[in-house]
């Protein structure tokens, strides 16, 4: 790959979100929609600007609340995978439980949380940690469970226990699909704690979406959500570059 492919590759999303944003504010002035309907891009970024101390606060808030569940999300995560990784028995056992649960949906959970816990930061968390655990669990659970038998053999042979495979070869093995499950996790915890905080909270970007959707401002809506999108873009970056950092090995030859 040339240099020029590395910065036009490097600068694609950056071109296309440019040209998504005129092409938005071009169909919105030619078609004169109100912004009562769909907010143009000028019209978020003016009410953006104009409230973004309360954006921020309430951003921030739904940031630790989300890091919070997702914290939790990962320990959870990491070892219900290694259990159904390193034992057949339990993979059988456990997994159609896990997926059937998963596939509850978890907004339905809310009003029990809320019962459960009140009204605040617990029924955030908690949403956080049910929509993302299970990226986690799963690909932790996949690396571990597809580790070649051939070399469990050979390090068996060489003295190596299963503990020892595990931690020295299986987990390292496993990180790949460890990292991929955090990029997918993290945006849906963002998720799971916007929709908690929609119904039961009275400060976040949650919270924040329905007071603007009340009062009609919808360009302060779409502000919004446009924090929530900044953040999880964020996190999902920032775990790239580590990703790249420590599994280099796993992507060799690419690029």
């Known amino acids: 790959m040339t240099p020029l492919d590395k910065k036009l590759e490097a ?12 092409l938005w504010q071009g169909l919105c002035m ?28 309430h951003a921030w ?18 070892l219900l995978g290694a ?15 896990m997926t059937g649960f998963n596939a509850l949906p978890k907004a339905a959970f809310v009003p029990i949380l809320v019962v459960w816990f ?22 932790i659970a996949t690396g571990l469970a597809t580790l070649e ?19 020295k070869v299986g987990l390292p093995r496993s990180l790949p699909y460890f990292y991929g499950s955090l990029k997918v996790a993290i945006t849906l915890a963002f998720v ?21 959707g009340s009062s009609m401002q919808m360009g302060l809506a779409f502000a919004g959500l446009l924090a929530v999108g900044v953040m999880a873009m964020a996190m999902y970056e920032l775990f790239a570059v580590v990703e790249k950092r420590t599994t280099a090995w796993a992507h060799r030859g690419q690029g």
């Open 11 to 22: 600068a694609a999303p950056w071109l296309l979100l440019l040209a998504t944003v005129l």
């Open 61 to 78: 808030r739904t940031f630790w609340v989300t890091m919070v569940g997702f914290a939790i999300a990962i320990v959870v995560g990491v």
């Open 118 to 139: 009140g009204i605040g930061v617990g029924p955030a968390v908690l949403t956080a940690f049910l929509i993302s655990f299970f990226p986690i669990m799963v690909n």
């Open 30 to 57: 030619a078609l004169d929609v109100s912004e009562f309907v769909f907010p143009s891009p000028a019209r978020i970024a003016e009410q953006a600007w104009e409230h973004h101390a309360a954006i921020l606060a």
């Open 83 to 97: 259990l159904m990784g390193s034992s057949r028995l339990a993979y059988n056992a456990m997994y159609p439980l």
């Open 192 to 212: 799971g704690t916007t929709v908690s905080e929609m119904t039961a909270a009275n400060e976040g970007i949650g919270y924040l979406l329905v007071s603007a």
């Open 149 to 167: 038998p051939e070399l469990e053999d050979v390090l068996r042979v060489l003295g190596a226990r299963r503990s020892d495979v595990l931690l």
